[in-house]
């Protein structure tokens, strides 16, 4: 794995989670953890790339009531997803801004809620992060083009 995308990643977790949701998320290794939540987002600039974010169903809700201050079965199902969707992107954007530098002009598509494992690609080309959230677990796979070659 890449140990500048691996610091990178890190760095742009413990900041999103600590900042959005105010949870310490630490780095548990590079095996995915079982999740019943995926979503993805496209980097087009200044590379094409992937990341996934793969939740379990503890993390997703920890994350949801942290950042709304209200109970989980008081929000309605889209307010939840759109939650989710903004942490991906701000964290996609951290990401990069960490692994290219602030400077750098990054484009992201909008994130997306994938609802089969199906959907998503054999992840073997892909850098595995995995981080406990005050004991909810989550993982991210990353991808980008310059990772080919390596």
């Given amino acids: 794995m890449n140990e500048k995308l691996q610091n990178s990643m890190n760095e742009a977790v413990l900041q999103?989670?600590?900042?959005?949701?105010?949870?310490d998320a630490l780095?548990?290794?590079?095996?995915?953890v079982e999740h019943h939540q995926i979503m993805i987002l496209e980097i087009t600039k200044p590379e094409?790339?992937?990341?996934?974010?793969l939740m379990t169903t503890d993390c997703k809700q920890q994350v949801v009531e942290n950042i709304h201050g209200d109970s989980w079965d008081s929000l309605p199902p889209g307010k939840i997803d759109d939650c989710l969707l903004e942490l991906l992107n701000v964290l996609g954007g951290t990401f990069l801004s960490f692994y290219y530098g602030e400077n750098t002009n990054y484009s992201l598509s909008f994130p997306q809620v994938m609802?089969?494992?199906?959907?998503?690609?054999?992840?073997?080309?892909?850098?595995?992060?995995?981080?406990?959230?005050?004991?909810?677990?989550?993982?991210?796979?990353?991808?980008?083009?310059?990772?080919?070659?390596?």
Avoid: C, H, W
């Fill in 48 to 53: 094409r790339g992937t990341i996934f974010l």
């Fill in 115 to 150: 609802f089969d494992d199906s959907e998503m690609p054999d992840l073997k080309n892909y850098s595995i992060l995995s981080y406990d959230a005050e004991g909810a677990l989550f993982s991210i796979a990353v991808r980008l083009e310059t990772q080919r070659s390596n």
């Fill in 16 to 23: 999103t989670f600590g900042e959005m949701a105010f949870i």
């Fill in 27 to 32: 780095p548990t290794g590079t095996e995915l």
